[in-house]
């Protein structure tokens, strides 16, 4: 027996507020529950609400009168979709308002039933002028914590309001083409000829847009390895660390492998590849991906910051660092990132990047190259790490990236979320100085 998909998006949701689990890791398992004509609505739910959250909560606290308690989570969740269906998909209100109350039976708690269907009622009623007074708190209108809210209008004063608002835009697909397998205006040729309208993307020669988001299996040649799916910004790491024939090249912090295998896409002629990332599971992904896109690279898993005990001695030519960081970047993709990151979590994170930026530094062979690459938009964790670990470390040098994308730093270029249509990512280039002994 199929469950209602407004049931399963309030017991997805209560898993992450209650478990701090991702929605990546939980959807699979309520998908599987739901007809499969409703999986989409599942997701978009759930995703609707985790990006919406700050504000959902403060509109339903204007008729509740009491908050819940931890173990009604779900209840409270359930009237979050129901808002959501109301004021962002548009459901006619009464449809909205009959189904959610309805769905309470399934949570097993009838005394929800009347609240759910109060509170819901009291939002029809809810005027423009309402919305507005509520709207005029940033936190509110942009549904953002405080303390993200804060380091980002520090950080960015002239931006931050274009930050919280592009990371509640839903983001765009992009593919990057295997170009050992054909070039990038064949395939879009491709997608056009089965209805699938396409443009190229405009720093990276793989990328290609959609005008609309699709199935990813649906498209042509997924299967047989065509193309990946990835975004933007991170399409620019293969680029940027330009590995040349004969080279051993580290890929650290490799999972789930996009940028691995377009390295090894653009440059198929080195002497290895080392894909590493101490998540076993995640390094399936990165297996999977390459067995499909026919590619081939060593895979290790092992601790990036604890290389005695997996590094054999042989130094790297170049070193891409994918660091650990808080995804401040890329929360239009993953928004419970706004329900799972705490303040608290940025300063261990900055810690475990500088451990494994100088762990992996001995590694590299004295005139080559470390690339270093986060998802985040916070200079804790990209510009004044990279400024702390260049003035600590003698041998290494600043290579600045002239680019015409993201914002020109002291150390490294900041793309901003939603900047040319990117993900919010930062890139900075260190080269090993060769110091005479």
Not at 94 to 105: C, G, L, N, Q, R
Not at 239 to 251: C, S, T
Not at 253 to 281: N, S, Y
Not at 323 to 344: F, T
Request: charged letters at 25%; aromatic letters at 6%; glycine letters at 6%.
């Amino acid at each position: 027996m199929t469950m209602d998909a407004r049931v399963a998006a309030a017991k997805a949701l209560d898993e992450v507020i209650r478990q701090g689990r991702s929605l990546t890791t939980v959807l699979p398992h309520w998908q599987g529950k739901v007809a499969d004509r409703d999986r989409a609505l599942l997701q978009e739910i759930c995703f609707g609400v985790a990006r919406w959250f700050g504000r959902l909560d403060a509109i339903a606290a204007q008729l509740l009168r009491k908050p819940f308690k931890a173990k009604d989570t779900d209840v409270r969740c359930l009237i979050f979709v129901g808002l959501y269906q109301m004021l962002y998909l548009r459901v006619p209100d009464h449809a909205a308002v009959s189904e959610t109350v309805s769905a309470t039976k399934a949570l097993k708690k009838p005394w929800a039933r009347a609240l759910v269907n109060a509170v819901l009622r009291g939002v029809q009623r809810m005027d423009e002028a309402a919305f507005t007074e509520l709207d005029l708190d940033p936190l509110v209108k942009y549904a953002h914590p405080d303390w993200l809210v804060g380091k980002l209008r520090a950080a960015y004063p002239d931006d931050w309001q274009a930050v919280l608002d592009a990371n509640n835009q839903h983001p765009p697909m992009y593919l990057r083409v295997n170009c050992q397998r054909q070039q990038r205006a064949e395939y879009i040729a491709q997608l056009e000829a089965v209805g699938c309208q396409a443009s190229e993307l405009p720093y990276s020669d793989a990328g290609v847009v959609l005008a609309a988001a699709a199935d990813v299996e649906a498209l042509p040649g997924f299967a047989d390895g065509q193309f990946s799916v990835q975004d933007a910004a991170a399409q620019l790491a293969a680029g940027l660390l330009n590995a040349q024939p004969g080279e051993r090249i580290l890929d650290a912090c490799a999972a789930p492998g996009g940028k691995t295998a377009h390295v090894l896409e653009r440059q198929p002629q080195l002497a290895e590849m080392i894909a590493l990332d101490q998540d076993a599971a995640r390094l399936e992904r990165v297996k999977q991906n390459l067995e499909r896109l026919q590619l081939s690279a060593t895979v290790l898993c092992a601790d990036a910051s604890q290389p005695d005990q997996w590094w054999d001695g042989r130094l790297f030519d170049r070193i891409m660092l994918d660091a650990p960081c808080s995804a401040a970047g890329v929360i239009r993709r993953h928004p419970d990132i706004k329900l799972l990151r705490r303040a608290s979590d940025i300063d261990p994170l900055v810690i475990l990047q500088g451990q494994i930026l100088r762990a992996l530094w001995p590694l590299l062979k004295p005139g080559g190259m470390l690339l270093y690459v986060t998802c985040s938009v916070l200079p804790q964790e990209n510009v004044r790490q990279l400024r702390r670990f260049c003035t600590e470390q003698a041998d290494a040098e600043h290579l600045p990236i002239e680019a015409e994308w993201g914002l020109a730093q002291t150390f490294g270029r900041q793309i901003l979320p939603g900047q040319a249509g990117m993900d919010g990512f930062y890139y900075a280039a260190l080269h090993k100085k060769e110091i005479p002994g």
